[in-house]
């Protein structure tokens, strides 16, 4: 499986971004995926992440609200729609497939300036 993401940015606090990532999988992407995120000097945290049916859904607390994965598993995509940006919401984004290993995409910059 490879990820290649896609979108993020720079938008002000309050706006909204997307970020998607694509699974170039020859397989039915039968595992969960998600993104985490990393700011500097800080551990790589899970933000969202969708169960391999798209009906199992977690977020991090302080996303709740604000951001809203989504699955199409006929595009083999994954996007995560933010909303209501924070500045603490600045960090690199990665999206992640949970297939044995797990695998990682090259990581997407979101940049929210107060």
């Known amino acids: 499986v490879q990820l290649v993401e896609s979108g993020g940015g720079l938008v002000q606090a309050g706006g909204s971004l997307n970020v998607s990532c694509v699974a170039f999988?020859?397989?039915?992407?039968?595992?969960?995926m998600g993104w985490y995120r990393q700011s500097p000097g800080k551990g790589r945290e899970a933000v969202a992440i969708?169960?391999?049916?798209?009906?199992?859904?977690i977020y991090l607390d302080s996303v709740k609200g604000r951001f809203t994965i989504s699955r199409d598993f006929t595009k083999k995509t994954v996007h995560l729609q933010m909303n209501s940006l924070k500045p603490e919401d600045t960090a690199t984004y990665y999206c992640?497939?949970?297939?044995?290993?797990?695998?990682w995409g090259q990581g997407i910059q979101v940049t929210v300036s107060s």
């Open positions: 992640y497939a949970d297939t044995s290993p797990s695998t």
């Open positions: 999988d020859d397989g039915s992407m039968v595992y969960d």
């Open positions: 969708s169960g391999w049916d798209g009906e199992r859904i």
